[in-house]
């Protein structure tokens, strides 16, 4: 039997991240996965790290682990990200604007920039970054987040094109809702309204994303890189 693929996931304790790394783990994946708290995973094959991805030692320090344990990284997916209630720009804080900023755009920077130099070396991977369906929606009250989902379209853009050489893809998921605790806090007003802007008018299932993020993975798609997969919409 051949060695199992590594997977390293950001925010695996709960929400989407947990549920892609279970669906992985099944699948016959070694998964490195982090979140701030605890491990919410008990399965074989499962490495569980407490990570602050804002942190660009904590992040240098998790790589290292990875590349220690496994000697190889094969998958990234760039999941941890931070969201807040809708508020309008004029009465949005510094403090909401920085944890957006840190966590989705500086967090997803030193996880990409860490785990390329391990697919450099390898000269093969695939690095899976997650934006949003408030990206080109423009919707008022979402100036911090929906800024901060649109750097991490541009900047995984640009690392495709810098490590496409190298035999390595870059590509984007923009989910469109996915019933989680932080989706929840945000309101039935403003789900019923971000509902009604989707052109397929559902909640999104775990299995399907995991399903594009296994598109996105497979050995067969060296040729597909940089691009952005909208679910559940049309932009």
Known sequence: MGKRPVMAITGTSRGIGSEIARHFLENGYDVAGCSRGNAAIDMEGYLHSQVDVGSEEQVRRW?????????????????????????????????????????????????????????????????ITISSMAVGFHEEGTSAYSASKSAVVELTKILAKELAPLGITCNVIAPSIFMTESVKAMGEAVLKRA?????????????????????????????????????????
């Open 63 to 127: 790589i290292r682990l990875i590349k220690n344990t496994y000697g190889c990284v094969d998958v990234l997916v760039c999941n941890a990200g931070a969201i807040a209630a809708p508020t309008p720009m004029a009465i949005t804080s510094g403090e909401v604007l920085r944890s957006s900023l840190n966590t989705n755009v500086e967090g997803t920077f030193y996880v990409c920039r860490e785990i390329s130099k391990i697919m450099m070396l390898q000269k093969h991977g695939r690095i």
């Open 195 to 235: 509902m009604e802007k989707l052109t397929i008018k559902r909640l999104l299932t775990a299995e399907e994303i995991c399903n594009v993020i296994s598109f996105f993975a497979m050995p067969q798609g060296g040729c597909i890189t940089g691009q952005v997969i909208h679910m559940g919409l049309v932009i």
